[in-house]
């Protein structure tokens, strides 16, 4: 198996290709002239949104209407990805201005942005690819409909829900501290600690070495 990672302008926003036997998976896609050059001539089974923010969704409507496959998220994204305060597009370079890790928005005109996500996964739902076992696992905090995809019980797609150097936003809209220390933060520290983290901006790292506060305010 085969992972590759791409980063989005602007916010940095990671996209992973998977790759096994010519068929591939994908997190938060980003369709572009490297993803596509990584994917090739092979199939692309499904892809997953980690959760409704701009920075993660920006290619889902060309996805959509060229059918080039399926895409899946949570239910609760699928309700907040088309309103534009909710996915963040209408905040978006506002946003750019403050984030550590994204680039300055000047030059960048981003308009307000809605897309839809028929396909629905659910809490702790299992699904089989290529002899590989891809977990679901609803993360809140960050934003009403951020996922974990827990890939093998030993590869974590995070989102934007765990990072190594920066504390996990909680007061955007839809962000919520105490679901993610309810919920979210307590199922992070039952994974093994040398789970490796693929987040939604910047490097991979050891859930280990995760950001010593785990939240804002803490």
Same mark, same amino acid.
């Given at each position: 198996m085969e992972i590759r990672r791409f980063? +989005?302008?602007?916010f940095n926003a990671n996209s992973y290709v998977i790759g096994e036997n010519g068929h591939f998976l994908l997190i938060d896609p980003i369709l572009s002239v490297d993803t596509r050059k990584a994917i090739g001539t092979g199939?692309?089974?499904f892809a997953v949104l980690t959760h409704e923010h701009y920075d993660h969704i920006l290619s889902?409507? &060309?996805?959509? &209407?060229?059918?080039?496959?399926?895409?899946?998220?949570?239910k609760q994204a +699928?309700?907040?990805?088309?309103?534009?305060?909710?996915n963040l597009s209408r905040y978006s370079e506002f946003l750019l201005n403050f984030i550590p890790f994204a680039e300055k928005s000047d030059g960048m005109n981003i308009e307000d942005y809605s897309c839809k996500c028929d396909n629905i996964l659910y809490d702790n739902e299992t699904i089989p690819w290529q002899g590989h076992r891809v977990f679901i696992k609803e993360t809140?905090?960050?934003?009403?409909?951020?996922?974990c995809v827990l890939l093998?019980? &030993?590869?974590?797609?995070?989102?934007? +829900?765990?990072?190594?150097?920066?504390?996990?936003?909680?007061?955007?809209?839809g962000g919520s501290q105490r679901d993610y220390c309810d919920i979210t933060l307590k199922w992070l520290d039952s994974l093994p600690p040398n789970t490796r983290v693929?987040?939604?901006?910047?490097?991979?790292?050891?859930?280990?070495?995760r950001y010593p506060s785990g939240y804002e305010g803490k």
């Open positions: 980063s +989005s302008r602007g199939i692309v089974d889902v409507n &060309e996805i959509m &209407e060229s059918k080039l496959f399926p895409v899946y998220c949570s +699928s309700q907040t990805m088309g309103d534009p305060r909710l809140p905090g960050h934003s009403r409909g951020s996922i093998d019980g &030993e590869k974590l797609f995070s989102g934007d +829900s765990v990072f190594s150097t920066f504390e996990t936003a909680l007061r955007l809209p693929f987040p939604g901006h910047l490097d991979s790292f050891l859930l280990k070495d």
